[in-house]
């Protein structure tokens, strides 16, 4: 991509576009292409309309499957589609008071949280930029607030430094920030950029380096009122007598450094991961909730698919009727959409290409696992003043997530109280779910002892242990090599889903997978 | 300060703490300790039981007033307020549809926003340190919500660079901080730092700045999914058969040091200004009205103070009743705590001692303006998905301030268009508001050209010319030396308001002044 040569192109085009439409059809434009784009979704899908009388199966209701079920039937398509759970959302899942969840293995868990009270064992926040899932909870009126990713209050913990205390994130990142610029500043006084940087920009660079790292006046990074401004004080400003500020030490770097917590501090500047992000108000499935009463009534729930087979005519599908004892059914269509993983398709037999069923058979679905926990009282705020945010911790159980919805009120929170995945996930993987809350505990404790005093219920989901997923979402064995013979259409059938997109366990890979999907079938459907 | 004497005794006070009280008493303890502070506000204040039939009279209505008001009231005083207008709160005021200003020089301006939407001309949000006024709001009943201080995908703007057009913060945040780590890496790698950091640490600092840089394997920080998952994409992650991304071109160093955006990099990183951040649902005067419901029939409003006199006995205060043609009466009382601010007090006949008279007379009142704008879309979300947050420009208007309210709404909405002091106000300073108003406008436009077909009303406040307090807030002609004395009570007579603190133009200020003043009148009265 040489930059030079594409922006001039652009600006002709914004250009003629502003002519013709107006600033703001101009401003569209220019939101849609960026410099730096943060979202393919170009809007709201046209598919034009469907030939008379074709009919789509689709296969799964998670978001991916109503997506396409909505635009499907919306364009003219007879949708039917199959659902293996009683209710749709896939893993677009909460968890509430009064469920009841059954792992693989057969342990079941009651849900036992206070009124209002919620878990989301899947994804459980939205970035700004997944326009598609925003687009979707827009058209579909599921109220959206503020989910807080970054908070300079929570803490950054090792268990290897700092005598295993938590550090507030302030700290860390001022103060790596500080000493960092610090010795910049140093060497570009020293002489050692003159051969990288220009004179004029050395000037420019030293007084940007005292902005950003709160350097002083000498460029040294020292207990200042602007360093402790960020990082916090001795004595913090106040009013009254006592009201001047007394700075505070920083941490050395070395201490820093040694102390592994600075591998945190840009957890909050991926695309994925920065402020703002959004959370539905009153738990993630909302979105499958709207999404379920928009296309509810062309789903068929507890529907196990057993086989899946093509020819020149159409698609079958068979499936045991669980609601019906088991009885075998088989519907037919001329296309179908299947969204289910890969990790249950492969069990599933069919028809597909044989590259596709090479992917289908390789693709593996990493295990991950969640814990919520409920306490009694919401103590990270009242004792700590952490309002919503993550801690990170080298602990098992990865981070700890404070809730970003009830703040400051005096009733139980839950907590994400693990998120566990790869190495870190190997101490929670083979136990039972009270075993697993009882290990989050453990180890939360160390960061908030609180747990000990205040824990109230808890739920653990496994993702290599939900029955209908089997992972929490897929993995390529060599994803540059097998991943177009995946999306491709296979005759009368395209794959759809997370897995299915360069957003893997994200909400907006499946939907956009999805609307990648149906616009190739629609264009097979009418253009043959 | 030295940190290496003082932390020990911490520990040890903790641990005793925890022996004594257990883990929740001792976080208690730690979290308003800590080890670097973010608030000096212990907790709601206990006075103790007030001498039998002691009176105070409290000059002003405003934050500083309502605590005193409410805290010695409950503390068992007789207590009454004295307040020039025709409502209680002060600064801490929102402007909606219905309401009328009248301003110094006359203009009369009538609010006319849409249902729900409002503007406040002075305080807009709430540090998640701002304990004083978290408490309040959480003992009163103030529903608070987020407010979106730091958004990636606002953006900085600079009239001499990138040929006037705004850039996205993530684009100028990422560059920056990666050409910096790139720049320490090379001189790290070229043993400039040998004499400054150990070998070992070296190794460590080269890791961190990968991360922190967002870096590739050689330290280079050139376009790649790593970067660009930070600052946007020339073709972003998506579904199906387009969905590999394709990373874009970073801005050069020197470009982007020239272009001074750099200025604004660490503007979510000061304890006041970092993220969480709240508002009150609705308004900020929300809290005004909650203090006001508590002590409302304490305050006797629109009365205009012209004279405070103290002797042995007593202090008595002579005003204007604005409800009575300005007939004049005087009401007298044991103590007094004054709020009113030191540009209106110089004003006013006092006998204080001449220390105090010379640090109200020398005290100066910023001018500051805010316009507030209203829009019949929210473009700002709609076009070029900015959700919340700030956008810095070297405008005049020096910011523009997207609303933290009704995300995702197809309605009207509310900017802050405008907020200027020093040297960016003195072009909006002589304009009467309708003025003010359009050059907000006129500005707003070089940066969202929607501004010019979406512009519905406009609201302006230049505090100049607030008739109750004629500036933003109080600026010290030499705080250090003046400090003590402005505090101090005087005889029977305590000054209290954010101008009494070294939280200045803040609500925190206001409180903790008030808490501190109170506490030392109660001292006097008790102890004499």
Redesign the interface.
């Known amino acids: 991509?040489d930059?030079e040569e594409?922006q001039p192109t652009r600006r002709e085009f914004l250009s003629m576009v502003g002519a013709v439409g107006?600033?703001?059809l101009?401003?569209?434009a220019m939101?849609m292409m960026?410099?730096?784009?943060?979202?393919?979704?170009a809007g709201p899908i046209e598919l034009g309309q469907a030939p008379e009388g074709t009919r789509v199966i689709i296969l799964g209701a998670g978001l991916a499957g109503m997506v396409a079920a909505m635009e499907l039937r919306d364009a003219g398509y007879a949708v039917e589609v199959l659902e293996y759970r009683e209710k749709a959302g896939g893993r677009c899942w909460t968890l509430r008071s009064g469920d009841s969840y059954e792992e693989l293995g057969g342990a079941v868990q009651q849900v036992d949280f206070a009124e209002g009270n919620y878990f989301n064992p899947g994804p459980w926040r939205i970035p700004?930029?997944h326009?598609g899932v925003?687009d979707y909870?827009?058209r579909l009126g599921v109220e959206?607030?503020?989910f807080?990713q970054?908070?300079?209050?929570a803490y950054l913990h090792s268990t290897k430094a700092f005598d295993g205390k938590p550090?507030?994130f302030?700290?860390i990142?001022?103060d790596?920030r500080g000493h960092?610029?610090e010795?910049?500043a140093?060497?570009t006084d020293?002489g050692?950029?003159d051969e990288?940087?220009?004179e004029?920009?050395k000037a420019?660079?030293l007084t940007?380096?005292r902005?950003?790292g709160?350097l002083d006046e000498q460029n040294a990074y020292v207990?200042s009122t602007s360093a402790?401004?960020?990082?916090?004080?001795?004595?913090?400003?106040?009013?009254?007598?006592?009201?001047?500020?007394?700075?505070?030490?920083p941490i050395d770097?070395?201490t820093i450094?040694?102390s592994n917590l600075?591998?945190n501090?840009?957890a909050g500047?991926?695309?994925?991961t920065?402020?703002?992000m959004?959370q539905p108000r009153g738990g993630m499935d909302m979105i499958a909730q709207a999404m379920e009463r928009n296309v509810g009534d062309l789903i068929r729930y507890r529907k196990k698919v057993t086989a899946i087979t093509q020819d020149e005519n159409g698609v079958s599908v068979t499936f045991e009727d669980l609601e019906n004892g088991g009885a075998s059914e088989t519907v037919t269509a001329d296309y179908c959409v299947c969204t289910i993983p890969f990790s249950i398709l492969s069990q599933i037999e069919h028809n597909f290409s044989s590259q596709l069923s090479n992917v289908i058979n390789s693709m593996y679905y990493a295990s991950s696992i969640k814990v919520g926990l409920e306490f009694n009282r919401r103590?990270w705020e009242e004792?700590?003043?952490i309002?919503?945010?993550i801690t990170y911790t080298d602990l098992p159980i990865s981070m700890i997530s404070y809730p970003?919805n009830d703040?400051?009120q005096k009733k139980p929170g839950v907590l994400l109280g693990a998120y566990s995945w790869g190495a870190t996930s190997y101490q929670f993987n083979a136990l039972p779910p009270e075993e697993r809350v009882a290990k989050a505990l453990e180890y939360g404790a160390q960061i908030?002892?609180?747990y000990?005093?205040?824990f109230k219920t808890g739920v653990s989901v496994a993702w290599h242990r939900v029955p209908w997923v089997l992972g929490c979402y897929g993995q390529w064995q060599d994803k540059e090599a097998q991943?177009?013979d995946a999306?491709?259409m296979d005759r009368r059938v395209v794959m759809?889903g997370e897995h299915?997109?360069?957003?893997p366990a994200w909400m907006e890979?499946?939907?956009?997978?999805?609307?990648?999907?149906i616009?190739?079938l629609h264009d097979v459907a009418t253009n043959g």
Chains 1, 2 share one sequence.
């Open positions: 991509m930059n594409v107006g600033a703001a101009m401003y569209q939101a960026g410099i730096a784009k943060a979202s393919p979704y700004y930029n326009f925003l909870c827009s959206l607030e503020p807080i970054v908070n300079n209050n550090v507030r302030r700290e990142n001022t790596y960092i610029a010795l910049l140093k060497v020293q050692a950029l990288m940087v220009s004029e920009d420019l660079l940007s380096l902005s950003f709160a207990s402790s401004g960020r990082r916090g004080y001795e004595r913090p400003p106040g009013g009254g007598v006592d009201g001047s500020p007394i700075p505070n030490e770097l070395s450094l040694q600075w591998r501090i840009a500047e991926s695309l994925n920065s402020m703002p959004f103590f004792d700590e003043h309002y919503g945010g970003s703040f400051f908030h002892p609180q000990n005093e205040e991943y177009q999306v491709a759809a299915l997109s360069y957003l890979g499946a939907i956009l997978s999805s609307l990648d999907a616009k190739r």
